[in-house]
């Protein structure tokens, strides 16, 4: 409370002087007092300080109590009501809360109604210039603290946009608790203001705290030489120092005499300028100031309007002949520190200078100071940087934030890459979303994957592995994978928003393995239908050539100079007639024409026959799948089925199980309640039970399987099925077994997705970096960023293989198995050849004297015709 009083006493004396030193003829002078607390000390420390002075002619001293629920009218009576009409009014409100319907501090709005003259603490709650057009504003001023000049410090240094979080520290030499609003309004700076408490072990339990909870790697401490020496004691007891965390010191004590019972830290201190050897009294200015002022007349009284109402024409016309500003600013004085009060219409500053310097000490022993310029409010930069310092000395020394993250391997979310030089890296859509994150955020990190490689499952005495596990051991600060959003992981550790679409369970199967010949066209008939075709053929082509031979009527009988049906011409005439040549002329007996016209309509239905089951065969044998979703897989017991063992997919299936095992248990003792009555127990008598099953059976298959312990293990058995038939099909993530197809053109996604979960990243529980992370992912999905990753990583990735499509198999016959036809062209063309050189080496062999005479043109004239 001593404290308080002495705070107290420094702000009321300093307004005191300042204002009942102007000579005003109105005697005695009756002052009303506003503040926020009903303390007795704000009263009894104002009357003390005016005490300083026999030249002050005190009439009344009056407090008016602002609570938050009080109305303009309600304030406005009591600062009226006193014996007398106010001669001053000192406002020291902190008007957080307290605002007029125009968004204007209630006792400001009175005073400018009214027409009051008053001097306001408060220099960030003044009346804004279009609302105080009917009133001089000489007569509202505003005074400026310790604590407002320290405000500017912390403000300006976050001007300079090289901080996003900061942690403002302060003891009882200065109060900074009224200032949280407007200490970095319009900056995107997080930050929080406490008050230190008096020992080490306090003040390193509050550090901590702020950067356990809050995330807070920036502080600014104000306070006496005491204070800052038990911080910097605290902060490396709590090993707060290093590149991890910047700290910002400002006090007004004698920074030579600055010590640190310290190993190593590095600090940056703006302490003051010119320090004299006595230390200064604020409580006790200088009382010859009142003999300089010589400021002509003030009115003998003021006149005020009613509350509620506005003043008149006289009343506005009195005040403008009078200046409370100008009147004080021709008052030599000193504020704070023994320097100069410049105090203008809208604000007010202390004349201060500090030095600023960049201090490290090692083992108690301060090694280095680098002066890196000074700061001041009446300068118009605020801050003068001394050569070789700039904003990038600032932007330097903030805290680098490093995160320690916890990560999974999950192609291409997350991968392993071997640099050059043998080295390891992680790459993936993961990584860079990380990365896109720490620009927008400025922090550093540090990854490493999860010792069992898991993502996280809860077991049976409620204890958790993988990287979940890494969260709660507090190992790591973000958990950066496809993770999926579930319920018992929420109880344990914070998601932030989703970074990718609704993930699902997928299965993962042997793509069919098709038989292809190129003569595969021939096993479209089985064996014994084909040497039946052959077998028919030579049988018509004989009896065709034996009824030419016997029928008396055959052109071979009868001389006729036609085609003789020989055994050659026979044979040709049969396997041209299943052709769309035709067999050419026809035998002339009718028994050779029945053979030929039965062999005919033989030859139309084989062709017909071959032509439709040659198409349907290729086609059907293609989509051969037996298995077309998980309700396939529960229905048959050749395939083997599994999920990775201590996967969310396992977590699935052995949760659905349990759900559908208490369900039959709450209607089997539904059931069997003897407390129901008999319709009741009819109703649920039924003889076969209503809910599925499927789940339990799912379950059972599973456990029998022998679950995969590792994805790779899956896929290996994946793909040592023998076919669609039998087997094995694996359960994971969809988006596992989506990238498992694409790298491997031989497995195939069956059925749709089930049980789609979002993905997130996961942080401590608690964390503050679940705002920040989410707020950065959201401004990376208004940027489409998240797109950019989706298409880099999925679509245009090198490394994924673009397998066909079964859809696209299915369009066409391809050449592997009807390439056969193409070789039989090439055996024929072949067996002419050699034919063609049989004919002439048989007849230069047999045939010598034969010649071929050649055919010669002759000029065919019209005949001449006898008329006699």
């Not at 009942?20 to 005697?27: G, N, Q, R, S, T």
Request: hydrophobic letters at 40%; one cysteine or more.
């Amino acid at each position: 409370m001593a404290k308080i009083q002495k705070w107290l006493k420094i702000r009321f004396v300093g307004i005191a002087f300042l204002l009942l030193k102007v000579p005003i003829y109105a005697k005695p002078i009756h002052v009303v007092v506003t503040t926020d607390t009903s303390d007795e000390n704000v009263i009894n420390t104002f009357r003390e300080a005016l005490t300083y002075s026999s030249t002050i002619d005190i009439g009344s001293v009056t407090e008016v109590k602002v609570d938050s629920s009080d109305t303009e009218e309600t304030v406005c009576k009591q600062i009226m009501s006193g014996p007398q009409k106010p001669t001053v009014l000192i406002d020291v409100t902190f008007d957080r809360y307290r605002k007029s319907t125009e968004n204007i501090p209630i006792v400001k709005k009175i005073a400018q109604n009214l027409g009051i003259p008053t001097v306001t603490t408060n220099r960030n709650q003044l009346i804004p210039e279009e609302s105080s057009r009917t009133v001089n504003t000489g007569f509202l001023v505003p005074v400026s603290s310790f604590a407002d000049v320290i405000s500017d410090v912390i403000s300006d240094v976050a001007s300079l946009d090289v901080i996003k979080t900061c942690g403002i520290l302060h003891d009882d030499s200065i109060a900074l608790e009224d200032k949280y609003s407007t200490l970095l309004e319009n900056k995107p700076i997080r930050h929080v203001i406490r008050k230190l408490k008096e020992t080490e072990e306090e003040i390193g339990e509050t550090i901590n705290n702020l950067y356990k909870y809050s995330g807070i790697v920036n502080f600014f401490v104000i306070g006496n030489l005491s204070t800052i020496n038990k911080t910097l004691a605290a902060a490396v007891s709590k090993r707060m120092t290093g590149k991890g965390y910047s700290w910002f010191f400002v006090t007004k004590d004698d920074a030579r005499r600055l010590t640190c019972n310290c190993s190593s830290i590095n600090f940056m201190l703006f302490s003051l300028q010119e320090i004299k050897p006595k230390e200064v009294d604020d409580s006790v200015p200088t009382q010859a100031l009142s003999r300089q002022l010589d400021l002509g007349s003030w009115p003998t009284t003021l006149d005020y309007p009613e509350c509620g109402m506005t003043m008149n024409e006289k009343q506005n016309d009195q005040r403008k002949k009078t200046d409370l500003l100008s009147a004080i600013n021709q008052v030599s004085r000193e504020g704070v520190y023994n320097r100069p009060l410049i105090i203008t219409n809208k604000t007010s500053y202390r004349e201060v200078i500090l030095n600023i310097a960049i201090i490290e000490i090692i083992n108690n022993q301060r090694v280095t100071e680098q002066k890196v310029g000074v700061w001041s409010p009446g300068y118009p930069e605020r801050i003068v940087f001394n050569d070789g310092f700039s904003k990038k000395t600032f932007d330097d020394f903030k805290a680098v934030i490093i995160y320690k993250i916890t990560t999974v391997v999950q192609p291409p979310f997350v991968q392993k890459v071997t640099r050059t030089d043998g080295s390891e890296e992680f790459q993936g859509y993961c990584i860079d979303l990380i990365n896109n994150m720490k620009k927008i955020l400025q922090f550093e990190f540090e990854i490493s994957e999860s010792p069992d490689k898991m993502f996280g499952i809860m077991n049976a005495s409620g204890g958790w592995n993988g990287m979940i596990k890494e969260l709660i051991d507090k190992k790591a600060d973000i958990a950066l994978a496809p993770l999926s959003v579930m319920a018992e992981r929420e109880t344990v550790v914070d998601f932030t928003v989703p970074f990718y679409d609704l993930v699902g369970i997928s299965i993962l199967m042997k793509k069919p393995q098709v038989p292809s010949s190129i003569f595969k066209f021939l096993t479209v008939l089985e064996t014994n239908v084909w040497a039946s075709i052959i077998g028919a053929y030579f049988f018509t082509s004989f009896l065709m050539y034996a009824y030419e031979c016997f029928s008396p009527y055959s052109n071979r009988n009868n001389n006729q100079n036609a085609r003789e049906f020989n055994l050659k011409e026979c044979l040709w005439f049969c396997i041209t007639s299943l052709t769309p040549q035709g067999g050419g002329e026809a035998p002339r007996n009718l028994s050779g024409r029945l053979v030929a016209a039965t062999w005919w309509l033989f030859g139309f239905i084989i062709i017909a026959s071959y032509t439709a089951n040659l198409a349907a065969f290729l086609t059907v044998s293609r989509l051969d799948s037996p298995i077309t979703s998980l309700d396939d897989l529960a229905n048959q017991y050749k395939i083997k089925y599994a999920p990775q063992r201590g996967s969310s997919s396992q977590t699935y299936f052995e949760r659905m199980a349990y759900i559908e095992e208490r369900f039959y248990e709450i209607w089997k003792d539904m059931s069997l309640n003897d407390s129901l009555s008999i319709i009741e127990r009819t109703k649920l008598a039924v003889w076969d039970y209503p809910i599925s099953d499927k789940y339990t059976k799912i379950w059972l298959s599973i456990k029998e399987a022998n679950m995969p312990l590792t994805f790779e293990e899956g896929v290996r058995r994946v793909k040592e099925s023998k076919g669609s038939h039998e087997g094995f099909a694996f359960i994971a993530d969809s988006t596992q077994v989506k990238y498992a197809t694409f790298s491997d053109c031989d497995l195939q996604v069956i059925g749709d997705e089930f049980s789609r979960k979002p993905m997130a990243i996961a942080v401590q529980e608690g964390s503050y970096l679940r705002d920040q992370l989410s707020s950065a992912i959201l401004e990376l999905l208004n940027q489409r960023k998240l797109e950019e990753l989706k298409e880099k990583w999925w679509n245009t990735n090198s490394k994924l293989l673009a397998c066909e499509e079964s859809e696209e198999r299915n369009d066409g016959i391809g050449i592997e198995n009807i390439g056969g036809v193409f070789i039989v062209i090439g055996v024929g063309v072949v067996i002419a050849c050699l034919t063609l050189f049989a004919e002439h080496l048989y007849y230069k062999t047999f045939q010598p004297a034969t010649k071929i005479v050649p055919v010669k043109k002759y000029q065919i004239s019209s005949p001449k015709i006898n008329r006699y």
